[in-house]
């Protein structure tokens, strides 16, 4: 009886923080499928209105910003490229320098490391003008290049790769040279597929930090054409409930990737261990 | 020339640790060479240097008439068992003994053909599917060995394979190592420090201390005629027995007893070393002994006990007598079968 009792009042706190996280975002989103007269006239909604297409539809559609040269759509596709060449490509940078890091005789290679490391104390905000000049001078601003290249050398997914190479077992690399595989082979055919649980988390890990950064796209970024979704949430004129679907839109892309990739996730850690 | 030769290998860690001091060997093609001494001993260390998993310090091998110092371990055609198989995780066993092959551009339809093969040599064929994780112990330990046998190499290295298995297995495993080695022909080391293991799979074994040979020759060679100390303790199971002692004149006095005639002009202090083995009971024998333990493994007694000076002592004699705890003993050492080895240098000498 008692476990009944403490076990209900742990659920009960538990539906309690469900309710304070999921309650705002829910009335948002109901909100969002109401006239713009109907929110103006009696504040935000608990229930679904009848204008969720007309509402959503238009915003994707709308010509935005300053010149009107760009749709949410457009955005949406810009934070896709700008969020997924991050993820993509720290990941890549990462492995790679785990890789020399761990597997190379390089001299003063911990020290190395904890240089690299070290850059996770120094954020893009501290660095983001001496960042932008260098981007200026390679001609980078407004271009997805432009976009990517500065916040795709990640220290956390290095130090992850790196603990992980690490504790794979020196006899394996030792069968391996014996099996006839080179450097590269190695890495290919055995450190890729073992860490395969760790890239599937590191690129969710990624993807979600590239789609979520604002100031450095609305530094680099002049023209319209390069906007992303974030950063187009404080550029979005228009009606109270148009700015409404879009908050509810911009949230959709993150928690896609996280579910569609946790599924791998969690295969991979239940599987490989 | 042999078919591997050592010809003074040295190896030096970058630490100053002198692990094997100017090693020789020659093994023979089709040989199987065991390596065995307790950790430490630099026995791996040779293995992984024949296997170019390490440096070279000073000195050559020589593979098939081919300096080996200077080639990379993928272009040597050695194959190895590791210890702990070092199996490869994220591959089934069909690619765990394929992926040799693959890498050195053998077309699929070959690869099939000699992984098959190898699986049926050693049973697996059942298990291809499988990743290692799925196996047992003695399965993983055949994989391992599939994976060498199927590159079809000039030389077998086992480092310790048989150390993960449970006693059962090992002896079962063992004998399996030494059937397929027959059957396959090809030359091996083995390294392990198990003594029994040392013995049973061994053509010839060398015994190794503090990274030298001690002595090198066959099971029996070593077992009956060691020529040293170390390797007199070491060989043979339950160990030998040592009793101080002091030679002049060709007469040794020990502990309470003395034997004259000794072939050998040495003087001075000694260590006697008589096998459990080698002793019989008969009336006024030479050692008394007071038995405080006996171990009965059916086929042998092994019984343990006190000499007068309280040095400990074993006796193996055969299962079918009965010896009770507390009684006292009067040993004869048969036939001249006791070793003289110099106190302070270890050496034999009788």
């Not at chain 1, 190379?104 to 003063?108: A, G, L, N």
């Given at each position: 009886m008692t476990r009944f009792i403490t076990s209900s009042f742990s659920h009960l706190i538990l539906l309690i923080g469900i309710l304070i996280m999921v309650v705002p975002v829910w009335m948002i989103f109901a909100s969002s499928t109401h006239t713009s007269s109907m929110i103006n006239m009696n504040g935000l909604q608990m229930f679904l209105g009848d204008s969720f297409y007309e509402n959503y539809l238009r915003v994707l559609l709308y010509q935005g910003g300053f010149f009107k040269e760009i749709t949410a759509l457009k955005m949406f596709f810009n934070s896709f490229i700008m969020a997924t060449g991050v993820a993509i490509l720290s990941v890549v940078t990462s492995l790679m320098a785990a890789y020399a890091l761990v597997y190379?005789?390089?001299?003063?290679a911990t020290l190395l490391f904890w240089i690299i490391f070290i850059?996770?104390?120094?954020?893009l905000e501290l660095r983001i003008f001496p960042t932008y000049s260098v981007m200026a001078e390679l001609n980078l601003v407004n271009s997805y290049f432009g976009l990517i290249v500065p916040i795709s050398a990640s220290a956390i997914a290095t130090l992850f790769f790196r603990q992980f190479y690490k504790t794979v077992p020196d006899e394996l690399l030792e069968s391996a040279k014996l099996d006839g595989a080179n450097t590269w082979r190695f890495f290919v055919d055995f450190l890729i597929p073992l860490s395969k649980t760790m890239i599937v988390a590191m690129l969710i890990f990624m993807f979600v930090f590239g789609y979520n950064q604002y100031l450095w796209p609305l530094l680099v970024t002049?023209?319209?054409?390069?906007?992303t979704v974030v950063m187009g949430l404080k550029m979005m004129s228009g009606s109270i409930v148009h700015r409404f679907a879009f908050v509810i839109m911009s949230m959709v892309p993150p928690i896609l990737i996280i579910i569609v990739l946790q599924k791998h996730f969690i295969k991979g850690v239940f599987q490989d261990k | 020339m042999s078919f591997l030769d050592l010809k003074n290998v040295t190896k030096i860690y970058p630490n100053g640790t002198k692990a094997v001091h100017e090693t020789s060997l020659s093994i023979n093609e089709g040989e199987f060479m065991v390596f065995v001494g307790p950790s430490g001993c630099g026995k791996s260390t040779l293995l992984r240097m024949v296997a170019g998993l390490e440096d070279i310090t000073e000195g050559d091998i020589n593979l098939d008439g081919k300096l080996?110092?200077?080639?990379?371990p993928s272009e040597r055609d050695v194959a190895m068992v590791f210890q702990n198989y070092a199996?490869?995780?994220?591959?089934?066993v069909y690619n765990n003994l394929a992926y040799g092959l693959k890498n050195r551009g053998i077309d699929k339809e070959t690869i099939e053909q000699k992984v098959n093969d190898a699986a049926k040599l050693l049973q697996i064929s059942d298990y291809l599917q499988r990743k290692p994780s799925m196996l047992s112990g003695g399965q993983r330990q055949r994989v391992a060995m599939g994976r060498a046998i199927v590159?079809?190499?000039?030389i077998f290295l086992f480092d310790e394979p048989l150390s993960n298995l449970d006693a059962k297995l090992r002896i079962q495993m063992r004998l399996e190592i030494k059937k397929l080695q027959q059957k396959v022909g090809v030359t091996s080391i083995f390294v392990t420090h198990d003594q029994v293991e040392a013995m049973t799979l061994a053509d010839r074994l060398a015994v190794i201390n503090n990274g030298i040979i001690e002595q090198l020759g066959t099971p029996i060679e070593i077992y009956d005629n060691p020529k040293s100390l170390f390797v007199a303790g070491f060989i043979g199971s339950p160990q030998m027995n040592f009793l101080d002692g002091n030679l002049k004149n060709k007469t040794l006095s020990a502990e309470g007893f003395e034997i004259k005639d000794i072939n050998s002009d040495f003087e001075g202090e000694v260590t006697l070393g008589i096998r459990p083995e080698h002793l019989s009971q008969s009336e006024n024998g030479l050692i008394s002994l007071r038995v405080e333990l006996v171990e009965q493994l059916g086929s042998d007694n092994l019984v343990y006990g006190q000499l007068k000076n309280k040095k400990d002592f074993c006796y193996r004699c055969p299962g079918n007598q009965t010896i009770e705890k507390g009684s006292n003993l009067s040993l004869n050492i048969d036939n001249n079968k006791y070793y003289i080895f110099d106190k302070s240098t270890g050496k034999r000498v009788n």
């Open positions: 190379y005789r390089i001299k003063h850059t996770i104390l120094v954020p002049t023209s319209e054409q390069y906007w | 080996m110092n200077e080639v990379d199996l490869y995780p994220h591959m089934n590159r079809n190499p000039k």
